[in-house]
């Protein structure tokens, strides 16, 4: 009786045991984009430099626009105009003639497509933060020219980081999300631990390798690269 407890109990520590997968990784930022402006023109002010803390919606860019503006005050005003125009004489719609109304109406509401558009015309000339992050790269000055999305003016980085891992294909199978993954930067001692969040669904035709995701702090910089081990369950 005890010889077969024990027979079973080495085949349950078998089946429990956690295989270790060898993976490799890099650091890499949640986003990281090249920003540029769907409008041409002249670098007029820069905002931010490299390594600038920016909040998603903060300015960084601003092409020479005081034509822009310009244009954008004066048909606004127009704009404001003509709504407060037929607003006062729809309030009074039983005395006015029909076509008269419909006439303030159609002016109104022409105007305020041309306020629209060239209020779109203008907020492209300005370049803002899409995310949250850090500005890792100017490769525009004040006075350069712009030749629209072609020219990439920043790249920014958001804030949060992950790791990428790539293992041996043939795990394919094992390593599953949740799974914990003990590694170390660039061949250090220092043991750190996180857990797999995403697994991509394609093998690298080149390497035959899988590749994962995880989450780590903040503070690590993108292109810190390092190794370790993925906890099979």
Request: proline share 1%; hydrophobic share 40%.
């Amino acid at each position: 009786m005890k010889n077969l407890l024990f027979t079973a109990a080495i085949l349950c520590a078998g089946i429990l045991h956690a295989e270790d997968v060898y993976a490799i990784f890099n650091v890499k930022a949640v986003q990281d984009a090249n920003l540029s402006l769907d409008s041409g023109g002249i670098v007029d002010k820069i905002l931010v430099d490299v390594d600038t803390q920016v909040k998603k919606g903060d300015v960084l860019l601003t092409l020479a626009n005081k034509d822009k503006a310009s244009q954008l005050q004066a048909i606004k005003e127009q704009y404001l105009f003509a709504k407060a125009q037929y607003e006062r004489y729809n309030k009074s719609a039983d005395v006015v003639d029909r076509n008269t109304l419909d006439q303030y109406h159609s002016n109104y509401k022409k105007l305020e497509a041309d306020y629209n558009y060239y209020q779109s015309s203008y907020e492209k000339s300005i370049l803002r933060a899409p995310f949250n992050g850090v500005i890792a790269e100017k490769k525009i000055e004040v006075g350069d020219g712009v030749s629209g999305a072609s020219t990439i003016l920043l790249r920014l980085v958001s804030t949060n980081k992950k790791i990428v891992l790539q293992f041996d294909s043939k795990y394919q199978d094992k390593v599953r999300v949740g799974d914990l993954y003990e590694y170390s930067i660039d061949g250090g001692g220092v043991k750190k631990s996180t857990t797999i969040t995403k697994i991509y669904p394609a093998i690298d035709t080149n390497t035959r390798k899988m590749t994962a995701e995880a989450m780590v702090e903040n503070s690590m910089v993108p292109g810190l690269f390092g190794d370790g081990f993925i906890k099979t369950r």
